[in-house]
């Protein structure tokens, strides 16, 4: 069975202090691993897709990378705005087209 | 904006009433997706369509029924509802069903 565990379970940082955010998970056959953003009564908003180890997407202040086993969201330099939650999924080579969910981050920056 | 939209967005109703959620996209996805979101639990699939009249199981099927009879649409079904679906249910669209994800606004859904 697909899993995926997020840690923490909850962040708070000052404005400007960088951290990493956690993203393990075990799957049978790593088709991706995606990475959402939530913010309160909103759906997830894509962030990132990675596929294979060693592979690094950057947007703005975030940068997601993957190894065999786990992925991080790096923050830089984070603003207020950033604040949400961060959920990460993966997808397997095998079976249907199910995302499997952490059940994510909650990012709170601090002015 | 994905151009997906969800109907209700809010609904309050009772135990054993049947509840019909909708979900539109205008992107022409081939795939479409309902999930449920919990606290402590994350996203779990309900069900998924792979095309119109095509559908499957996801992990938290019982007590739910789905029907997509237009690319554009595709409703998600509780019989008979109960205290335990008080949830937030989301849709996601999928072009091929192995990329992202893209997911609508959310229907939030309290059961009495």
């Known amino acids: 069975e697909d899993q995926v565990t997020q840690s923490p379970e909850a962040l708070r940082l000052q404005e400007g202090e960088s951290s990493s955010l956690n993203c393990s998970y075990t799957?049978?056959?790593?088709?991706?691993l995606f990475w959402y953003r939530q913010d309160p009564g909103k759906g997830p908003e894509f962030l990132f897709t990675l596929y294979s180890a060693g592979e690094e997407k950057e947007k703005e202040r975030l940068k997601a990378t993957l190894t065999k086993k786990e992925s991080f969201l790096h923050i830089t330099a984070p603003k207020p705005e950033d604040s949400a939650t961060y959920l990460c999924a993966v997808q397997a080579y095998f079976g249907n087209e199910k995302l499997t969910f952490g059940t994510g981050t909650r990012l709170t920056i601090i002015p | 904006d994905a151009g997906i939209t969800q109907s209700p967005r809010h609904k309050v109703t009772e135990t054993g009433t049947p509840v019909t959620l909708r979900c539109h996209q205008t992107e022409n996805h081939r795939y479409m997706y309902w999930y449920r979101q919990d606290p402590g639990h994350g996203l779990r699939l309900i069900h998924y369509?792979?095309?119109?009249?095509?559908?499957d199981k996801g992990e938290v099927s019982d007590g739910y029924s789905v029907s997509r009879s237009k690319t554009e649409d595709f409703l998600l079904t509780l019989e008979s509802a109960t205290s335990s679906q008080t949830s937030v249910y989301f849709c996601?669209?999928?072009?091929?069903?192995?990329?992202?994800?893209?997911f609508g606004p959310g229907t939030r859904l309290t059961v009495l």
């Open positions: 369509s792979y095309g119109v009249k095509d559908t």
């Open positions: 996601a669209i999928d072009g091929t069903g192995y990329n992202e994800q893209f």
């Open positions: 799957v049978s056959g790593l088709r991706g």
